[in-house]
């Protein structure tokens, strides 16, 4: 049993490894969301119009639906590329579960994709003119949220693996399960902002983060099997 | 040996097989051919365990592709024509991922050595998106070097030898040589008759249930 888990934590390790180097030598993609929330922010602040009150009661709110609308249209290529070049078909002959390879790949798409995102929001808080008592509270509840929105995702990229139009299919798809990671994200800056505890919101948030990491990995894993099937 | 009983497969409302069986023998090259769609890939693919049986059994030995899963994939090698290589990633880097993957581990010796019986290794630092298909194929084929060191039972080859120019199709046919003398049971599809000039067994799908020995 010992030499099977750590064998287990040998092939998380390779894949962390295998999925950082692919990752940094397409930085491009990182670049395109980073930018792509860029655009969504600037958009919002000019919408908004100059009156800063109006702006200080959503500025939360704009930073968490950029974040999460950033991230969408790359959630698919997570597992798309692999099912393209045939990996899938060498990972079903690995003794290791699917479900570990699925949550490592979760687990690197938030190091390498989310976590680098959220490192360059300081410079949309000056846009949004966040306050800095706010910012340790918004990148950690962002950190986190980050691990479950990966996680929700993941089950998502695995839905409409392989099929057509994946792209449209997916957001609609995987919505209603980010919105609870959205309103306690939210949440928890809002009851900053208003000068209370934010620990009922952060806890709720870690809660969620917690279902879908036990969740996701076995949901997905069922349904990149049915995908390698057809 | 390897022994198929009963065999249905269905994908959708097609069924492909019903109540197929037949046996591959150990020390045996058999080479599966068909007409385009008559299920020489679904046939590879549901020995390796990707596509559910309908009815009936898989077995080698003792070993049940259903129940034993995870020995059952222990002990094959399975190629295809998608290869599972990553496009962002050195061949070695590839190679090495998947020597990993397999939950084996091994030396940075074997794997160069794993290169250099295909000749690939002066391209183990080239990446796979430039190289071209007889390369990735080469790339691909490497990973059977280690069925010597791992006692990997069966190889399971979608069209191997597309792509490979001559050199290269020697290189692949010592692979296989070797791998017969240990004992081990190849099937693969080719639509090149030619590829093998030895003793091979036929399993044409076209005359299903029926084999013919040359």
């Given at each position: ?230 | 040996?390897l022994?198929l009983?009963n065999l249905t497969i269905q994908r959708g409302n097609n069924i492909v097989f019903s109540d197929f069986n037949t046996s591959f023998?150990?020390?045996n090259l058999t080479v599966i051919i068909g007409k385009n769609g008559s299920g020489k890939t679904t046939l590879l693919r549901t020995i390796?365990?990707?596509i559910?049986?309908?009815?009936g ?23 295809d024509i ?74 399971l080859l979608d069209e191997p030898s597309n ?23 190849i099937i693969l599809t080719t639509h090149d008759t030619n590829l093998f000039?030895?003793k091979y067994e036929i399993l044409d799908l076209d005359l299903l249930k029926e084999k013919i020995i040359i």
């Open positions: 049993m010992s030499s099977n888990s750590s064998s287990w934590l040998l092939v998380l390790i390779t894949h962390l490894k295998r999925d950082f180097l692919i990752n940094l030598r397409s930085l491009t993609d990182l670049v395109a969301i980073i930018s792509f929330m860029l655009l969504i922010i600037i958009l919002f602040t000019f919408g908004i119009g100059p009156i800063k009150e109006n702006l200080d009661i959503i500025s939360n709110a704009i930073i968490w639906v950029g974040l999460i609308l950033a991230l969408i249209p790359s959630l698919e290529k997570t597992l798309n590329k692999d099912l393209e070049n045939g990996w899938f078909d060498q990972l079903l002959t690995s003794p290791i579960p699917l479900e570990i390879i699925l949550l490592s790949k979760s687990i690197s798409y938030w190091l390498m994709v989310i976590i680098p995102l959220i490192l360059s929001t300081p410079i949309f808080f000056i846009l949004l003119d966040i306050d800095l008592k706010q910012t340790p509270w918004l990148l950690a509840s962002m950190t986190i949220g980050g691990l479950a929105i990966s996680l929700v995702g993941l089950i998502g990229a695995s839905l409409v693996l392989g099929a057509k139009r994946g792209n449209i299919l997916l957001p609609i798809l995987i919505i209603p399960l980010m919105i609870p990671i959205l309103i306690f994200g939210v949440g928890i800056n809002e009851a900053i902002k208003m000068e209370e505890e934010p620990i009922n919101n952060l806890l709720l948030l870690i809660a969620f983060t917690l279902i879908y990491l036990v969740i996701s990995p076995f949901i997905s894993a069922l349904l990149v099997r049915i995908a390698i099937a057809r | 040996m022994n009983n023998k150990t020390s390796a365990g990707f559910p049986i309908e009815n059994h898989i077995s080698l030995e003792k070993l049940d592709v259903r129940i034993n899963k995870n020995q059952w994939v222990d002990k094959l090698i399975y190629i998608k290869n599972g290589l990553s496009q962002d990633l050195t061949v070695f880097e590839n190679l090495a991922t998947w020597v990993d993957m397999k939950g084996w581990s091994t030396s940075k010796d074997n794997l160069i050595r794993a290169l250099r019986s295909v000749e690939m290794e002066k391209y183990s630092n080239v990446y796979i998106s430039q190289c071209s298909e007889g390369l990735k194929k080469r790339a691909a084929l490497a990973r059977l070097y280690f069925s010597f060191i791992f006692g990997v039972k069966f190889w792509d490979l120019d001559k050199k290269s199709t020697m290189l692949f046919k010592e692979l296989v040589n070797r791998f017969l003398k240990i004992n081990g049971t000039k030895k």
